[in-house]
Structure formats: structure tokens, C-alpha cells
């Protein structure tokens, strides 16, 4: 079982950066595939990112591509979410997901509660 734990999240502005971290307090999950999705005000679940156990890295939405980056560190147990130039339409709940495959939200047997990014002004 993983129980992933998202953490980072908060208030920011406009242009502002923000680093977002999930980990698995009990148990490593290195050989498992990650993922990070947002839920916006309003609007259904949307895939961010992911990144194979191995490194391969899938990008979501075209509106964070350039902006958005997603990384893991197998030793430490962690997996990131770098966000710059944050925008007030990135204010949304974030998840991290594990044991799944790419966008396919349906495919994460392990979801954590998220952690809210607000971004106003």
C-alpha cells in the first residue's frame, strides 16, 4: 500500500514560483510510476505531468508546458512539481498519484489528499 503525501503548496503571486513535493511515508516508490493532476474551481480533474520509474517524462496541458517541470528523486523517496511564472488560473488543488500510467487518471491505484496552490495578487 501507498499512502502518498503531497506538501509546498500555498499562497502566491502572479509570476511567482512555486515547488511542489509528494512523498510515500510508508512505503518507497521508486519502481512505481508518478503523476501529478490539478482540480481547478469549476473545471474536472486535468493531468499536469508524470514520470516512469525509469525517468520518462510526460507533459500535460500545453498551458504549463514551458512552465511546469516534474522530477524525482528515487533515493530520497520523492518526487517534484516545479512551477514558475504561476498563473492566476494555476490556483487549484494538486494531486499526486502513483502506481498509474501517464494522463490515464483512472490508471493511479494511489492518490494523496492534494495541496492547494492560490495564486493572486
Known amino acids: 500500500q501507498v499512502q502518498p503525501v503531497e506538501s509546498g503548496g500555498g499562497l502566491v503571486q502572479p509570476g511567482d514560483s512555486l515547488t511542489l513535493s509528494c512523498t510515500a511515508p510508508e512505503r518507497a516508490f521508486s519502481d512505481l510510476n508518478l503523476g501529478w493532476f490539478r482540480q481547478c474551481p469549476g473545471k474536472a480533474r486535468e493531468f499536469v505531468a508524470s514520470?516512469?520509474?525509469?525517468?520518462?517524462?510526460?507533459l500535460g496541458a500545453d498551458s504549463v508546458k514551458g512552465r511546469f517541470s516534474i522530477s524525482r528523486d528515487n533515493d530520497k523517496n520523492i518526487m517534484y512539481l516545479q512551477m514558475t511564472n504561476l498563473r492566476p488560473e494555476d490556483t487549484c488543488v494538486y494531486f499526486c498519484?502513483?502506481?498509474?500510467?501517464?494522463?490515464?487518471?483512472?490508471?493511479?491505484?494511489?492518490w494523496g489528499p492534494g495541496t492547494q496552490v492560490t495564486v493572486s495578487s
Open positions: 514520470i516512469t520509474w525509469s525517468g520518462e517524462i510526460t
Open positions: 498519484a502513483a502506481g498509474g500510467s501517464k494522463s490515464l487518471a483512472h490508471t493511479y491505484a494511489f
